[in-house]
């Protein structure tokens, strides 16, 4: 039986990290997801002060690629809604962790279809894309560093 303690920490997460507004309910659990119940993924997605502190260290850690910082800064949102922000990433990391095969391809599939449009130039003069596959490996590596680390 979880403490009446516990139980308040899940309502508060729950609320934080699901948009009632917009009808949204934590991510159920798929045996047919991209990854396999019990696997390290799922595990280490799942210890939410893990996730949060790695989080926010692999933000910081993401911004200080020049390319990926002119991408955040020039087509993002985060300015005027940061839990919104937030929110989005950690139910896209949700989803494409425990969700269906469906779910989380077609989330994939939205993510991408943004990050087509996420195009520019640095102060430098360098371009940038959303797409550049190295770019892409820094965000998704700085995040599983920052994740395992936490």
Same mark, same amino acid.
């Given at each position: 039986?979880?403490?009446? &303690?516990? +139980? $308040? =920490? ?10 009632? @507004? %917009? ?36 933000? &910081?850690? +993401? $911004? =200080? ?10 087509? @993002? %949102? ?73």
């Amino acid at each position: 039986m979880p403490s009446p &303690l516990r +139980q $308040m =920490l899940v309502r508060q997460v729950r609320a934080i990290f699901n948009d009632q @507004s %917009r009808g949204e309910r934590p991510v159920m659990r798929s045996d047919d997801a991209l990854f396999a119940p019990g696997s390290p993924i799922w595990r280490v997605h799942g210890d939410v002060t893990s996730m949060m502190a790695g989080g926010v260290a692999a933000l &910081l850690m +993401q $911004m =200080l690629h020049p390319s990926a910082l002119s991408g955040i800064w020039e087509h @993002s %949102r985060f300015r005027d809604d940061m839990l919104g922000r937030l929110r989005r990433t950690a139910r896209f990391i949700a989803v494409t962790t425990y969700a269906s095969r469906d779910e989380a391809e077609a989330a994939i599939a939205q993510v991408d279809a943004i990050h087509e449009r996420v195009a520019g130039q640095r102060p430098d003069g360098v371009s940038y894309s959303a797409r550049d596959p190295r770019l892409l490996g820094w965000v998704h590596v700085t995040e599983a560093t920052c994740f395992l680390a936490a």
